[in-house]
C-alpha cells in the first residue's frame, strides 16, 4: 500500500464526493460496501487499486483484529472478515459525536442518526429514496439503503493496518470529534440528514430525493453533482439547473455484440448536440463471477474522442466486460455511458439469455406536473428498439414507486412490433387523479425474447383542477 501520510480530512471530502444523493444500495461492486471504498481511494491516490491491498487470500496479513475501539482514528477502514466471505461487510470509521461512535457505511440497511443540538440522538431510522433504481447485475428495484453517516455496529472486526498508519502519519490520532473533523475538511458540521428530518413518501417514511443521481450506473469520476452541503438548499429552491453544469452523458452508438466471439471490439458513441466538451475518459471493467466489479484500464484523454477499441489480450473466454466512457467538460465529468459485452461466451452460457439494453430518457419524469383529465402520453428511448425492443410492457401506480413490493397497478399495456418500437405509450385520463404522483415503468424484450435485467422507471404528478 501507498505509504505517504493521509488526514481523515481528505478521506472525509472523497466520502463526501462519492457517498451522497442516496444512490439505494446494490451489491454490484458500484453501489456497494467496496465500490464506495474503491471511488474513494481512486480519488485520494490518483486510480491506486485497494483491491491488490485488501480484498483476497493473499491479503489477510493486512489486516488486524480491533482491541479497544480507542485505538481506531478516524478514516480507518474496518471489516467484518480479513477477506472475501457471503457475510462480507467494510465500512469507514469517522470519529464520535455526543459520545457515539460513527461509521460511513454503504450498505442495504444500518441505523441512520438524527442528532438534536447537544449532540443527543433523536432517532436512528431508516431511509429511503424517492427513485428505486437497479444496475446491471441486480434486477431488483430497490429504494433502500445507500451511504450514509450511521451508527457503529459490532459486526466491524478488523481494521486496515497500512491505512492505519497512513493516518497516524497525518496526524489522524490528534482529533476525534467528528463535527470537528468535518469543518476542518470544509464540509458542514454534520450531513443535513444527520439535523433534520427528511420528506416523507405516500408509506410516511422518510425519503431522500436522489433526482441528481438515479440516471448513474457507475460512479462519476469527480464525484456527485452536488456536494452534500448543498443538495438541500439546491433541491428546496427547486434549482435544478444547478445540477447540469456538467456535460450530459455521451450516447453510445455501436459496441461488441452481446456473446461477441471475435474482434475487433470497438465501441463508439457520440456527444449531445450542444454539450461543451473538452476530454473524455475511458475505463474498461471485468465483472467477475461472484458479480464484483474490478477496473482492468483507466484512460484519460485530453480530446473529445468518438471510439474505442478494446485489446483481446486483456480478455478471458466466457468473462463478461463493460466500456465505460465519461464526457470532461469544464465543471466535471458526466455521468456514464456504459457498452457492456460477454466475451466469446460457451455454448450453453446462461448469460447469452441476458439482455443488457434498458429504457433512458422518459418522458415525463422527474415529477413533472402534467395537465389534469386529459390523457398522458409516455415516451423513452432505447437503442437499436427494432431489435430491443419488439415488445414493451408499461405500468403505472399511483403515489407508490416501489414496482418489486407489488402495489396495485392503475394502468398497464403491452406493445408488439412497430408499437413497441415507436417508444410510447397513451395513459387515460380517466385512470389518473388530480393532485397524485404517477411512478411508472416501461420494461422491453428483444428479438431473442429477453427481458430487460430490470425496467426503467419515471415519475410525474398530474396537477388540480383549475
Not at 186 to 205: E, K, N, T
Not at 304 to 325: K, M, N, Q
Request: net charge negative.
Amino acid at each position: 500500500m501507498r505509504s505517504d501520510p493521509l488526514s481523515p480530512s481528505r478521506l472525509l471530502q472523497a466520502l463526501e464526493l462519492f457517498g451522497p444523493q442516496a444512490r439505494p444500495y446494490n451489491f454490484d461492486d458500484h453501489f456497494d460496501c467496496w465500490g464506495l471504498v474503491q471511488r474513494a481511494f481512486d480519488w485520494v491516490d490518483d486510480g491506486f487499486d485497494m483491491n491488490q491491498e485488501a480484498l483476497d487470500e493473499t491479503t489477510m496479513g493486512n489486516w488486524q483484529e480491533i482491541g479497544r475501539r480507542d485505538e481506531l482514528v478516524p478514516g480507518d477502514l474496518l471489516t467484518t472478515h480479513p477477506q472475501p466471505d457471503p457475510a462480507y461487510h467494510v465500512v469507514f470509521y469517522c470519529g464520535r459525536f455526543g459520545g457515539h461512535d460513527l461509521v460511513y457505511d454503504s450498505s442495504p440497511r444500518g441505523l441512520v442518526p438524527l442528532f438534536d443540538g447537544r449532540g443527543a440522538i433523536v432517532d436512528d431510522r431508516a431511509i429511503h429514496t424517492r427513485y428505486a433504481r437497479a444496475t446491471e447485475t441486480t434486477d431488483r428495484l430497490r429504494d433502500d439503503g445507500g451511504a450514509y453517516l450511521r451508527l457503529w455496529h459490532e459486526r466491524m472486526r478488523y481494521f486496515h493496518k497500512g491505512l492505519h498508519a497512513r493516518l497516524l502519519a497525518g496526524g489522524a490520532a490528534e482529533e476525534r470529534d467528528l463535527v470537528a473533523l468535518r469543518r476542518a475538511a470544509g464540509l458542514d458540521g454534520l450531513p443535513f440528514y444527520c439535523r433534520r428530518r427528511l420528506p416523507l413518501d405516500a408509506r410516511g417514511r422518510e425519503v431522500y430525493d436522489n433526482a441528481a443521481t438515479r440516471h448513474l450506473d457507475y460512479y462519476v469520476p469527480d464525484g456527485a453533482p452536488v456536494p452534500d452541503d448543498l443538495y438541500e438548499a439546491v433541491m428546496e429552491r427547486g434549482e435544478r439547473t444547478a445540477l447540469q453544469a456538467r456535460p450530459p452523458a455521451p450516447l453510445v452508438l455501436s459496441s461488441p455484440g452481446w456473446g461477441v466471439a471475435e474482434g475487433p471490439l470497438v465501441v463508439s458513441w457520440r456527444y449531445p448536440a450542444g454539450a461543451v466538451v473538452s476530454g473524455c475518459r475511458i475505463e474498461v471493467w471485468e465483472e467477475t463471477r461472484d458479480l464484483w466489479r474490478h477496473r482492468l484500464q483507466r484512460h484519460d484523454h485530453d480530446e473529445p474522442l468518438t471510439s474505442f477499441e478494446v485489446s483481446e489480450e486483456a480478455l478471458r473466454a466466457g468473462g463478461r466486460y463493460a466500456v465505460v466512457v465519461y464526457a470532461r467538460g469544464a465543471d466535471g465529468f458526466s455521468g456514464s455511458a456504459v457498452a457492456p459485452f460477454l466475451y466469446r461466451p460457451a455454448a450453453g452460457d446462461p448469460l447469452l439469455e441476458y439482455n443488457p439494453a434498458r429504457p433512458r430518457a422518459l418522458r415525463p419524469d422527474v415529477g413533472e406536473s402534467v395537465r389534469p383529465e386529459i390523457p398522458v402520453e409516455l415516451t423513452w428511448e432505447i437503442a437499436a428498439p427494432d431489435l430491443n425492443q419488439v415488445k414493451a410492457a408499461v405500468a403505472v401506480f399511483e403515489d407508490v414507486g416501489c414496482l418489486a413490493q407489488g402495489a396495485e397497478r392503475v394502468f398497464a399495456c403491452e406493445q408488439k412490433g412497430a408499437d413497441a418500437a415507436a417508444c410510447r405509450c397513451a395513459v387515460p385520463a380517466a385512470a389518473l387523479r388530480p393532485g397524485r404522483a404517477y411512478y411508472w415503468y416501461v420494461t422491453p424484450t428483444n428479438a431473442g425474447g429477453h427481458d430487460a435485467f430490470a425496467p426503467a422507471e419515471g415519475v410525474f404528478c398530474v396537477g388540480e383542477r383549475g
